[in-house]
């Protein structure tokens, strides 16, 4: 009966260090698709009704970013594109960066799709929108 047991306990050893294995090499893949994503930040300004994301896109030409809405989300594409170049006559050096990113934003139903807008500037893309009119807050007088 103790061979039985010893059995067991080997092959429930093996599968818990499976699943810790295949754990570990999930996180891995999560933390290489994570670091290729463009960081974003969003904000909530209350008193307009209205929100703000940031996505930080160094490198990145204006022309090279596309923002649309599909949907219920807010979909931003950008491509970058850098090709740094040195040629001498004792040594040649190219350094390249370059890739495509996508992030994508759900966008509630009482948010106004008309009211989107996006600038870029200094490596920054910022997208401005509000709430529906008709879903905004407001304050009612007590007469």
């Known amino acids: 009966m103790s061979d039985v047991k010893k059995d067991l ?28 994503l463009p960081l974003a930040n969003l904000s909530r300004n209350r008193a307009k009704d209205s929100f703000t994301i940031e996505i930080d896109l160094p490198g990145v030409k204006k022309e090279d970013i596309n923002v ?24 040649y050096l190219m350094e390249s960066a370059f890739g495509k990113y996508a992030r994508s934003f759900y966008l509630p139903e009482d948010i106004d799709r008309d009211s989107i807008d996006a ?19 407001r304050d009612i007088a007590v007469k």
């Open 68 to 91: 649309s809405i599909e949907g219920d989300y807010l979909i931003v594409t950008a491509e970058r594109k850098m090709n740094k170049e040195v040629k001498k006559e004792d040594y």
């Open 119 to 137: 600038k870029y500037e200094n490596g920054r893309l910022i997208i401005t929108f509000e709430k529906v009119a008709a879903k905004k807050r």
């Open 9 to 36: 306990q080997n092959v429930e050893q093996k599968i818990e260090e499976g699943v810790v294995e295949v754990g570990k090499k999930f996180k891995e893949a999560l933390a290489n698709v994570a670091s290729h």
